[in-house]
């Protein structure tokens, strides 16, 4: 009787130990069978040496000074270039920007006149122009001439006759007729002038007003 205890005992005891999860602290000993965690940093070494699909390319700068003058030349060049074909084949003048991005060719003839810091309201003047962009410039004016003693109606009236005056000025003398268009009528802030308007007990108010740059470009 005692025999067949010890041996339940025995068999009891191994099983629990076959459900305990062992502790690897101290003595660093892993089962048979066991991972082995690999790091992200191994990983990627391990991807980049095998089964890449690429050879690994180690790339090199040249120096800022080389790069800044092999630029400027490459940038003169161009220039240069542009300045040849402007001269034989009477091309206008075309600005190069950064990158190397050339201004399109404009071929129609051009002309602008832009009044500055406007006691208007950038907003409002907008609306105007808005209102007359597509229509021809004769019809546009005639509409702005019925709007009375508009401020904003008198200021773009005054600034489109301004502009047919200059193209009037530039190209009036030629054989081919004026046929005025809008190509683009903006109205940007120009800044606000602060006045203060007192208040009663000792306060004070700011009043704002604003201003604004016209622009009218036609082409004719």
């Known amino acids: 009787m005692p025999l067949r205890i010890a041996i339940l005992l025995l068999f009891s005891l191994a099983s629990v130990g076959a459900f305990v999860a062992p502790s690897y602290g101290a003595s660093r000993q892993m089962s048979l069978g066991a991972l082995v965690r690999t790091s992200r940093a191994k990983k990627m070494e391990i991807v980049q040496e095998i089964n890449s ?6 790339y090199k700068a040249d120096d800022p000074c080389d790069r800044m003058i092999k630029n400027s030349i490459e940038q003169w060049r161009k220039v240069m270039l542009d300045a040849a074909y402007r001269k034989e084949f009477g091309w206008p003048y075309r600005k190069r920007h950064r990158g190397g991005k050339l201004d399109q060719i404009r071929l129609e003839r051009r002309v602008q006149a832009i009044a500055r810091y406007q006691p208007l309201s950038p907003i409002k003047a907008n609306k105007v122009f808005r209102q007359i962009r597509k229509l021809p410039v004769m019809v546009a004016m005639g509409d702005l001439a019925q709007r009375g003693a508009n401020r904003y109606a008198i200021a773009i009236y005054k600034l ?5 005056t200059n193209a009037q000025n530039m ?41 604004a740059h016209l622009k009218v470009v036609l082409s004719v």
Do not use: M
């Open 160 to 164: 489109i006759k301004s502009a047919l």
């Open 171 to 211: 190209y009036g003398n030629d054989d081919v007729p004026l046929v005025p268009r809008f190509l683009e009528l903006t109205a940007t802030s120009g800044g606000v002038i602060k006045r203060p308007l007192f208040r009663a007990k000792g306060r004070c108010d700011i009043v704002r007003k604003p201003k």
């Open 53 to 58: 699909p690429f050879p690994r390319k180690n």
